[in-house]
């Protein structure tokens, strides 16, 4: 590949000035997510778009078009990237925990929040109206079924030992994500009473609250 296989030629023959810049990444899906993300970041979702998102990775503004059809399929992109490592990060944390199903509940709990804390703009885009139609996206799906299947386990392992209530459980994995999930939502914009953090770490408060939930599930350590 040349250098000037992707540039926009002028009338003349010569590169155009629109500053459509050659693409040069190993990966270029990957390099536009990352660049979607840095707009996300600092300057909100109203500034993203494929040219925005092409300027930022160094690429011309025609080269996104290899991947995505239009700003939607790009944050698909960013929500089933986020929902990949977030299924990776909840499956090295149950591995991790191999005892009761409180253990590993709390584990994945505290390692999801953890995931929400260093991973905001993910958060909001995995689980926003950013999209208009998830259903769409056969991949994203397929990510966040995999994001949610190590709670499913966790408690169909503990109902399987009489630790855990009887029901589906998927509708009680439901329940325990919709708490930690809250509570993730709240750290991130910064909703929490000052009072709370200052009184524990957050660390702390978010595993307390946690072994709540938990213990209503009928838990047992």
């Not at 009338?11 to 707009?39: E, V, W």
């Amino acid at each position: 590949m040349t250098s000037g296989d992707y540039r926009k030629q002028g009338d003349n023959g010569t590169a155009s000035d629109d500053r459509s810049r050659p693409y040069h990444h190993g990966d270029l899906r990957a390099a536009l997510i990352q660049a979607g993300l840095a707009i996300l970041a600092e300057e909100g979702v109203q500034a993203l778009t494929l040219r925005a998102a092409a300027r930022r990775a160094g690429v011309s503004h025609n080269a996104p078009y290899r991947h995505f059809a239009d700003k939607e399929a790009l944050l698909a992109a960013i929500a089933e990237e986020g929902f990949d490592e977030l299924a990776r990060r909840l499956e090295e944390a149950r591995a991790r925990s191999h005892l009761s199903a409180q253990v590993q509940l709390e584990e994945t709990g505290w390692t999801y929040v953890q995931f929400a804390l260093t991973h905001p703009d993910h958060v909001r885009v995995m689980f926003g109206s950013l999209i208009s139609d998830p259903q769409a996206y056969p991949s994203l799906r397929a990510a966040g079924a995999r994001a949610f299947n190590p709670l499913i386990e966790i408690l169909r392992a503990g109902q399987g030992t009489g630790t855990v209530i009887a029901g589906n459980p998927r509708q009680l994995a439901f329940s325990a994500w919709a708490m930690v999930h809250g509570l993730a939502l709240l750290l991130i914009e910064r909703q929490l009473p000052h009072d709370l953090l200052a009184a524990e770490s957050v660390e702390s408060l978010v595993r307390l609250s946690l072994r709540q939930h938990y213990e209503g599930l009928g838990l047992h350590a």
